[in-house]
């Protein structure tokens, strides 16, 4: 069956950097897209960009470019979601979804920036 | 950027009601390229509906969903105590992909 399995939770410093994996199994790992999505604390879903783990391309929204960046490693079936220059305003949890309509969904990062 | 617009904000309901959640588009969605997602608090969102109208895997007939162009509505035809969350709708017709806001179903 297919799952996506998230790393653990993470605590960061404003300034710093974060790393979340999400390691797919169950299906073809490169003939699917896979986005991330995060959720601010009594906040919405909010699209963070895609990778296509068969190139390693990837396409970011625009209020994080130059902050985030999507990796995958094809040995693992493993995607990566770095995010950078980290603020209070990062807190979230953070999700991988499997494109095209997020049919499947990792179990989601507690990421917590805090001085 | 296409931006949606879900209505209401908060929907207060019994068990054994009909709930009707509509998404409106800022421009048309391509293709019918609407899904929607229920949320609950600890969990992943769960995909419902897809292609506007298609159930996802396992979705119970009770879900619903309809529409085109820029309004799409999730229709849940009699509402049972595991229904109650956040619903989100999402289209994926165009880059960036963008959710709505969301709708709370609580009980009333």
């Known amino acids: 069956q297919v799952q996506l399995v998230q790393s653990g939770a993470e605590v960061k410093k404003p300034g710093a950097s974060v790393k979340v994996s999400c390691k797919a199994s169950?299906?073809?790992?490169?003939?699917?897209?896979m986005h991330w999505v995060r959720q601010a604390p009594g906040q919405g879903l909010e699209w963070m960009g895609i990778i296509n783990p068969s190139g390693g391309s990837a396409n970011y929204a625009q209020k994080l470019q130059g902050r985030v960046t999507m990796t995958r490693d094809t040995s693992t079936s493993t995607v990566y979601m770095e995010l950078s220059s980290l603020r209070s305003e990062d807190t979230a949890v953070y999700y991988c979804?499997?494109?095209?309509?997020?049919?499947?969904w990792g179990q989601g990062t507690l990421v917590t920036v805090s001085s | 950027e296409i931006v949606l617009t879900q209505s209401p904000g908060t929907l207060s309901l019994s068990p054994g009601e009909r709930a009707t959640l509509s998404c409106r588009a800022s421009q048309s969605v391509s293709s019918s390229y609407l899904a929607w997602y229920q949320h609950k608090p600890g969990q992943a969102p769960r995909l419902l509906i897809y292609g506007a109208s298609s159930r996802a895997t396992g979705i119970p007939d009770r879900f619903s969903g309809s529409g085109s162009g820029t309004d799409f509505t999730l229709t849940i035809s009699r509402l049972e105590p595991e229904d109650f969350a956040v619903y989100y709708c999402q289209q994926y017709g165009s880059s960036p992909r963008t959710f709505g806001q969301g709708t709370k179903v609580e009980i009333k």
């Open positions: 169950g299906y073809t790992f490169t003939s699917y897209y």
């Open positions: 979804a499997r494109d095209p309509e997020f049919d499947y």
